[in-house]
């Protein structure tokens, strides 16, 4: 059963790079619209003249449909192996990194269809497509571990309340943060009067700020909860809500800089690029505590297995 688990996480890492490469194509082919004369008769018996093509826009609707589908069918594959890697287990598989890598991505790939199925957003392929490469690449090939039973401390009901939370918060500011990079890059062509190819098919950069703070106006709370949670959970496994754990400090981190991020743009209206900035700093701090403190620290939280 355990080599059944590993299947379809290796199989959904590379449908994702496939996916990823579908949609470099389809940024590729908006970049530059065909030149090509073609002939058009004006009026019935009336000269033939020649006008410009208009861009192929089918190829770049084609390479968009590939890569969706592409990204929908790893999302199969990347959900099966997280619940077969829980049915052998005989556990919830949030035991250790790999286990909280691919569930966490397996929460961002379903948030990111949604959004398709919901809104066609596909503009978020290549970015998100990329994260799932790179992350789903790296817990197949890097944080694999074996099947192992639970450490005493993860056994508790609140081992299910905070990974959940964080899971879900960890989908969400990714999702926002891959919106504030792209508010950076639509904004600075705007500012040159450059907006074209893919960039021009992007909502506009006040529509991607204004996505990216309503996304972190969700994961912020649910961040919040994590911690409170851990917290309660420390408690009961080691009798304190607190004792300053490398992973604890970094969490503490995390929420400060999104603290600073809300606070920045409702009080003091930092609205665009500064706020951007802090997004994107916060998603770094977001990562190391994710992954830097399970491989660089020792702690009570280090489960990583590695």
């Given at each position: 059963m355990s080599a059944y688990t590993s299947l379809p996480m290796?199989?959904?890492?590379v449908i994702y790079l496939l996916a990823m490469a579908a949609h470099a194509a389809e940024w590729a082919a908006a970049r530059k619209p065909e030149t090509a004369p073609v002939r058009e008769l004006v009026g019935a018996g009336g000269p033939v003249v020649l006008a410009p093509e208009e861009p192929a826009?089918?190829?770049?609707?084609l390479f968009g449909r590939i890569g969706v589908a592409l990204t929908?069918?790893?999302a199969i594959a990347h959900v099966a192996g997280v619940v077969l890697r829980g049915v052998a287990a005989d556990r919830l598989p949030w035991g250790n990194m790999y286990e909280f890598v691919t569930s966490s991505l397996a929460f961002a790939v379903v948030f990111y269809l949604v959004l398709v199925w919901r809104r066609g957003w596909t503009w978020l392929g290549l970015p998100v497509t990329l994260l799932l490469s790179v992350g789903q690449g790296l817990a197949v090939t890097v944080f694999y571990v074996a099947i192992a039973p639970l450490v005493?401390?993860?056994?508790?009901?609140?081992f299910i309340i905070h990974i959940v939370a964080a899971a879900v918060s960890?989908?969400?500011f990714n999702?926002?943060?891959?919106?504030?990079i792209l508010y950076l890059i639509r904004t600075r062509a705007e500012a040159r009067g450059t907006v074209s190819g893919y960039l021009a098919r992007l909502p506009k950069a006040s529509a991607l700020d204004d996505f990216s703070f309503r996304v972190h106006r969700f994961a912020f709370p649910l961040w919040t909860f994590t911690i409170l949670a851990g917290a309660v959970w420390a408690d009961y496994a080691w009798g304190r809500f607190w004792g300053w754990d490398p992973k604890e400090t970094w969490s503490l981190v995390t929420w400060v800089v999104y603290?600073?991020?809300?606070?920045?743009?409702?009080?003091?209206g930092w609205k665009g690029v500064r706020a951007a900035w802090l997004a994107i700093l916060g998603v770094i701090t977001f990562w190391f505590n994710f992954v830097g403190v399970n491989l660089l620290t020792v702690g009570l939280h280090?489960?990583?297995g590695i």
């Open positions: 290796v199989l959904s890492a826009e089918h190829r770049v609707r929908a069918v790893g005493p401390a993860l056994h508790s009901v609140w960890a989908a969400a999702v926002a943060a891959i919106a504030a603290a600073a991020y809300l606070h920045a743009r409702v009080t003091a280090s489960y990583a």
